[in-house]
């Protein structure tokens, strides 16, 4: 396969879990705005482990993906306190404090970035990304998912039907971190160096538009978006200066045709009853 | 009343120093079909969510078959056998008729069934009970369509299922009839007597008046906050208070009823 080839998956795959880690809260009703914070958290995680320590990949990114759960599950606390837009604005400023403390920390390398001192294939990222596909879609199948569901529908109803808001809003956070820090070992592991300019605002807009756009009422939202966002850029190259024009109309075209997102559930069925047009029986989500 | 479910005693609410609720008790009775009424701004779905926790009363007790309910959260009060619907249909817009359904057995007991793959296996247990009950009350048809697009009086029976899910002993209902034509009213009262039937008892907030006649065998009556009749529904009508509060009229007369 091509340098070029292997890079996009590598890419594509590195994208596809960082949406489920916003994803997760989204599905939840929490839009978080500061995913660059959660990937930067697992990046230096992992090149600090993998360059001081000296441990092993595997544990590296079972370690990393830990820290990012860790740090969304205690962020999580003053977060929740906020509502609506000003949720939005306090991950944004939790991503900013993130990159702060990096550029001030010695230990962090500072603006000069660290390098990581292991290397994995793109087969490895590929593998990672159908293993979280596949737990995101079981997780959205479970009564836990559609508690989840429900929060985000009315968190009033949902408390009178017993569920735990507080918890599932806490816990999508913690996974959400871990999510977004596992790509982000993964990112660390396959470019081989990280610096904290990457980490920008740009990147946590990108990724929760990645959601938003594919849509945050079913597992494939973050799947097609992540997909969209990733591959059309890099169809338009041959656009040059032009691309990035006809990208951002596209998304002003998607936003104002499929405002609920790319896949949506009344998608799905219609589908579904394209597919099986006699009965509608034992469609897959009832 | 030898049994209540659910006994209400010198309940206070207050929203800013405006009193919503002064001193409002009564009982009701394992297995009966009980009305609250009063005209608007009486109290009544205040007092509903006072019941399901959602508000904390800021005096007087509430227990459910005998067990005081101030210490238990609002969300461990299904578990209880206490479940709700409201005023203004509260679905989950996002979600299918049969996950809506099926969220009703969040309160179930057991933290690891709340990971089985239910969604993955079309025929788990926790999807034919609810298919079962959509199919008791003709609803299955819908089973798969997302809530929000359909008709009001659909919606209405299925937030009742919902609530059924959870297995309640006492069912609270808020204008349940409200918005329904004559014959999804007649049908409704059908089901709620079916529903009965099964040995749960209801509480019903209502303003139509033939319906609540053809429904309850119990009526407590509120108006701006209190309590002012609760006795068989065959002897509302005799009460002075109660025609006073509806009709308007002579307040000099207090000692009524």
Known sequence: MSGYMSGLIAILGINVIFAYGIYVTAAAGQLN?????????????????????????????????????????????????????????????????????ILNSELLGGSMG??????????????????????????????????????????AVATIMGVNNRAIQVGAFALGGALAGLSGALYAYYFGFVEVQYFNAFLSIFVLLYVLIGGTQTAWGPLIGATFFTLIPEALRMGEDWRFLIFGVLIVVMMIIRPEGIVTRDALDRIWLKLKPQTNDGAPNG | MADPILSLRNIDKNFGGIE?????????????????????????????????GVYTPDGGSIQLQGKDLADVPSRHRIGLGMARSFQNIRLMPHLSVIENVMLGQHARPGLLRLLRPVGMMPGAHERSEALELLNTFGLDPHRGQVVGNLPYGVRKKIEVVRALMSNPKLLLLDEPAAGLNASETATLRDFLIDVSSRGISLL??????????????????????ERIFDGPASSVRQSKAVLEAYLGGETGDSNAA
């Open chain 2, 20 to 52: 919503v609720l002064r001193d409002v008790s009564f009982e009701v009775a394992s297995g009966s079909r009980h009305a609250l009424i009063g005209p608007n701004g009486a109290g009544k779905t205040t007092l509903f969510n006072v019941i399901s």
């Open chain 2, 204 to 225: 019903v907030v209502e303003h139509d008046m033939p319906f609540v006649n053809a429904l309850c065998d119990h009526v407590t009556v509120m108006n701006f906050g």
């Open chain 1, 33 to 101: 705005l500061g995913g660059a914070g959660f990937q930067a958290i697992g990046a230096y995680a992992c090149a600090l482990l993998s360059a001081t320590y000296g441990i092993s990949i595997f544990w590296t990114l079972v370690f990393s993906t830990l820290v990012g759960a860790a740090i969304g599950f205690l962020i999580a606390f003053p977060i929740l306190r906020t509502r609506g837009v000003y949720m939005v604005l306090a991950t944004f400023a939790f991503a900013e404090v993130v990159v702060g403390i």
């Open chain 1, 114 to 155: 660290l390098i990581v001192s292991d290397y994995i294939e793109w087969q490895s990222i590929l593998w990672t990304t159908i293993g979280v596909i596949i737990f995101v879609f079981y997780l959205m199948s479970t009564p836990l998912g559609l508690a989840m569901r429900a929060v985000h529908d009315d968190e």
